[in-house]
């Protein structure tokens, strides 16, 4: 397996300066975190050896399981597992087996199901992967009314998941999630307690949508106790959770480390987030699997150095501070440095070191694209600086629209994956990373789901500070309307987004492999920013991160 170094900072002389009577630094919750990684052992190295010992015979195991389901003439049975080892989260393992098993399901044109679950299942999977699945094929179930009725509840929430994936105009599927939405929350409350949780998972997020590890961890307790499960599959699913977590744990540790360091240099401690563990999640969000350890390490640390500038221009240095500092990345020098505030130089010099330095270990690994990762930093800066202007100048865009030109770029989606492709390696072509920046239709979609949830849910926090307008006061002035019928507004536009996003993965204009890292991304924005600012407010995750760093499955 590739391993990467940590990045260090390296010390720098400042001289101590008054701070300016603007710098208003906003009061953020402290990391729950600390040096817990530097310990922390979920398991002993001859647990974790039996554990991958188990694990290579659990796997060819399986894989004989799925060759078996997909040489059958049961649909249902291929479907059932394919979408069992996808929520169990080890699909990863067998790309190759799953990609031919949906290829001949696609091809057989006469193997279309008469049974409204197995439609579903089969339309849900289908779409998932690329394949283009015309949304009448739900008509022939349609009562004399036009409602789609079903009295078996697992069918209704199999029918309710394959309805998200939905893309502009589709009126079936519009009209199948309001009818099965309703029907679901009138009689979830009255289910059986496995079907009861996977319906109340399903309200608060549709399957599609969710993040990959967190329904790992919550499907494989929902599994386990359905009297059809495989145990064969059950064990490997609850094997390679574990060997994946103490690998995250491994990853950490070398982050802390730097992290620590880059903290005490940097000298930011009195203004930024200290949520590196946080941004560690959100880049799992988007590469889980055990193969991208130095894609996540590396990412970690760039977005970490981002949210950094995102505070620093937020909510505590001037305009006149942010543009030299701005000039000085966009220069790149060291000897800049000297131009900068002084309480920024520190900042600025580690900067350019942990970048500097993730560039030559990429040139190591034979990466052409390693010149770029700079370029993502001066961005990220350019666009929290154009947020400042705006800011200073108490300007409220006439529309979404308009504000969504600035804001959604800042967002850092489209930086995010540009990085995420270069971090691939040779499965991301120069001309896929240059697409990134075209900002074509997906990319546009995620960076608004982003923006708009975190807007959503920091609104009242943002304001308070006085920062610039957010969409919410956008929409407001552009409609006329109170700031909750803003909200519900922005709220369609994020539908619309995951349209967009559903009708990109069908058109296909970079190849899956890549624009599923990009859903993965729209999956962890929709998550973190789903009931609160989980990245802010971190505490209101942390039992979810504490069940994919810290806990093991029994």
């Known amino acids: 397996m590739a391993t990467t170094t940590t990045h260090g900072p390296i010390a720098l002389a400042s001289q101590s300066t008054k701070q300016d009577v603007q710098h208003n630094p906003r009061p953020y919750t402290p990391s729950p975190w600390g040096d817990f990684f530097l310990t922390h052992q979920p398991c002993t190295p001859a647990e974790l050896l039996s554990m991958k010992e188990k694990a290579q015979a659990r796997k060819e195991e399986v894989r004989r399981i799925l060759l078996d389901a997909a040489a059958s003439s049961d649909l249902a049975r291929k479907l059932e597992l394919v979408d069992a080892l996808q929520r169990l989260g080890v699909d990863y393992h ?23 679950y197995v439609t579903s299942l089969r339309f849900y999977l289908l779409r998932k992967h690329g394949y283009t699945v015309c949304s009448d094929i739900f008509l022939k179930f349609r009562d004399n009314e036009g409602y789609i009725v079903s009295n078996d509840a697992r069918c209704l929430l199999r029918l309710y998941d394959a309805a998200y994936l939905r893309v502009n105009g589709e009126e079936i599927l519009d009209n199948i999630i309001t009818f099965t939405k309703s029907l679901l929350q009138s009689i979830v409350e009255y289910l059986e307690p496995d079907l009861k949780e996977e319906v109340k998972f399903a309200l608060k997020t549709p399957l ?41 744990c491994e990853e950490l540790k070398d982050l802390t480390l730097w992290w620590k360091e880059f903290q005490t240099q940097a000298n930011i401690s009195s203004y930024a987030r200290d949520r590196m563990v946080e941004m560690h999640f959100w880049m799992l969000g988007v590469f889980f699997e055990p193969q991208y350890s130095c894609s996540r ?67 190591l690994q034979k990466n052409k694209h390693a010149k770029l990762v700079k370029r993502l930093v001066i961005d990220m800066a350019k666009c929290y600086h154009a947020e400042v202007e705006w800011r200073d100048k108490k300007y409220v865009p006439a529309t979404v629209e308009e504000h969504l030109k600035v804001s959604a770029r800042s967002s850092g989606c489209m930086h995010l994956t540009s990085q995420g492709f270069i971090s691939m390696g040779d499965l991301a072509t120069t001309e896929a990373i240059e697409w990134v920046y075209t900002y074509p239709k997906i990319i546009r979609a995620v960076c608004i789901i982003a923006r708009l949830a975190n807007d959503i849910m920091s609104y009242k926090r943002e304001q308070e500070s006085k920062n610039m307008v957010s969409t919410v006061q956008a929409c407001a002035k552009e409609y006329g309307v109170t700031i909750e019928q803003a909200t519900e507004k922005l709220r369609e536009l994020i539908e619309e987004a995951w ?42 995750i942390k039992d979810t991160l504490d069940s994919q760093y810290v806990d093991l499955i029994y």
């Open 94 to 116: 067998y790309k190759k087996e799953i990609d031919e098993l949906l290829r001949a399901v696609y091809d057989d044109k006469d193997g279309a199901s008469d049974d409204l």
């Open 499 to 540: 349209m967009d996003i559903t009708e990109e993965c069908l058109r296909q204009p970079q190849p899956l492999t890549l624009l599923d890292r990009v859903v993965n991304l729209a999956r962890t924005m929709d998550f973190l920013y789903k009931d609160v600012d989980g990245y802010t407010e971190s505490y209101t």
């Open 208 to 248: 599609f949508r969710r993040l990959k590890r967190v329904e790992a961890r919550q499907y494989i307790s929902i599994y386990e106790k359905k009297t059809t499960h495989n145990d064969v599959v059950l064990e490997f699913a609850k094997l390679d959770f574990n060997i994946i977590l103490t690998l995250y």
């Open 297 to 363: 390490k590396m990412l970690t640390q760039l977005f970490t150095m981002v949210s950094i500038l995102d505070d620093l221009y937020d909510n505590y240095c001037t305009t006149e501070e942010g543009s030299v500092f701005l000039a000085a990345l966009q220069r790149w020098d060291e000897e800049v440095a000297e131009q900068c505030p002084a309480y920024l130089r520190t900042l600025y010099i580690n900067i350019l070191t942990t970048v500097e330095a993730m560039e030559e270990e990429l040139k």
